[in-house]
């Protein structure tokens, strides 16, 4: 390939806990074609990088061959940006630390570049979504857990490490938290995320065990936060107040965040985003209540621009364009 012509497309991968997606994504974050296998089909390393290469080899001949491809960028639970590595990864198959970016680099033949899914979403924003042009603000993903992203003067902050940014694990409540997976005790990611939401619901409905909800319907094991959004766009009052205390906690943790950090905006992603004002009037009023007058105020708290069906892979290939 002579050295004038361009590579316009790179590649995303977004290796999650149940599926692995991936795309070929051009410079103005059009997703040409996109794909996914199951992470948890193969318990053993190469068998899952033989179909992933298969699938990805495929899609990549069937729509713009691989000598177009500039890089290919992952995002990955544990994944450490400075080493290429994966490491310890609780919710995936394969134990220990994998040298993920070198082992898929080799097998293309091209540049690939590796974060956690979190900072991967975080330079999908800037590059592709809302936070276009910004050069300080926090991508916050409000899932089945909290992730997070920092960005400051226009470089994700990695720390020492690689493994900087873990705000959905700071902890918001001292005395009596709730347990988290991670084996602290009051994370932010225990009240906020999908199934924080959850467990506010069965806590509340317990304490108030004489005021009626739709939500008393649902097995109390079962109740979901989109369940509880459901019944909070109906009136239900214990649904609200589950969404105001949701974003109460949010609003107190973000107010920390906003006094280290200072950034532009903090930009939510993921399915508990989808509540608007339900989430987002109690939060950033809680916010603004919790700053000094310095920071009052000025900084947007704003959803993300990209689509869902395309963050994932938008997120992970936004990584590829500065891959080497």
């Given at each position: 390939m002579a050295a004038t012509e361009v590579r316009p497309y790179v590649v995303g991968i977004d290796i999650g806990g149940t599926n692995t997606v991936f795309g070929i994504v051009d410079a103005k974050g059009n997703v040409l074609a996109s794909n996914s296998?199951?992470?948890?089909?193969?318990?053993?390393?190469?068998?899952?990088?033989?179909?992933?290469?298969?699938?990805?080899?495929?899609?990549?001949?069937?729509?713009?061959?691989?000598?177009?491809?500039?890089?290919?960028?992952?995002?990955?639970?544990?994944?450490?940006f400075y080493t290429g590595n994966i490491e310890h990864a609780a919710n995936l198959p394969w134990k220990g630390v994998i040298p993920f970016a070198k082992i898929i680099s080799e097998k293309f033949g091209v540049p690939c570049a590796l974060t956690n899914d979190a900072n991967a979403a975080a330079v999908g924003e800037m590059t592709y979504g809302a936070a276009r042009g910004m050069k300080d603000f926090i991508m916050i993903t409000l899932g089945t857990g909290v992730g997070s992203g920092v960005v400051c003067n226009g470089s994700l902050v990695y720390g020492h490490d690689g493994f900087a940014g873990e705000l959905g694990h700071v902890i918001v409540r001292r005395e009596n938290g709730r347990q988290c997976g991670c084996g602290s005790c009051g994370c932010l990611e225990t009240y906020t995320s999908a199934t924080?939401?959850?467990?506010?619901?069965?806590?509340?409905?317990?304490?108030?065990?004489?005021?009626?909800?739709?939500?008393?319907?649902?097995?109390?094991?079962?109740?979901?936060?989109?369940?509880?959004?459901?019944?909070?766009?109906?009136?239900?009052?214990?649904?609200?107040?589950?969404?105001?205390?949701?974003?109460?906690?949010?609003?107190?943790?973000?107010?920390?965040?906003?006094?280290?950090?200072?950034?532009?905006?903090?930009?939510?992603?993921?399915?508990?985003?989808k509540s608007g004002d339900l989430l987002m009037k109690p939060l950033v009023e809680t916010m603004n209540n919790n700053l000094m007058p310095i920071f009052k105020n000025k900084v947007k708290v704003l959803f993300s621009e990209m689509k869902d069906a395309d963050a994932a892979v938008l997120g992970a290939s936004a990584l590829a364009w500065e891959a080497k």
């Open positions: 296998i199951k992470t948890q089909r193969h318990q053993e390393l190469d068998k899952y990088v033989d179909e992933l290469y298969a699938e990805l080899s495929k899609l990549i001949a069937d729509n713009c061959g691989i000598d177009k491809i500039k890089g290919i960028g992952v995002g990955a639970p544990n994944a450490n924080g939401v959850a467990r506010t619901a069965r806590e509340f409905l317990e304490k108030r065990a004489s005021e009626d909800s739709l939500l008393r319907k649902i097995p109390a094991d079962q109740i979901t936060s989109k369940d509880v959004f459901d019944a909070a766009v109906q009136g239900d009052v214990i649904a609200k107040d589950i969404f105001a205390f949701t974003g109460q906690v949010l609003g107190e943790a973000f107010a920390d965040f906003i006094k280290f950090s200072s950034p532009e905006a903090i930009v939510l992603f993921g399915g508990l985003a």
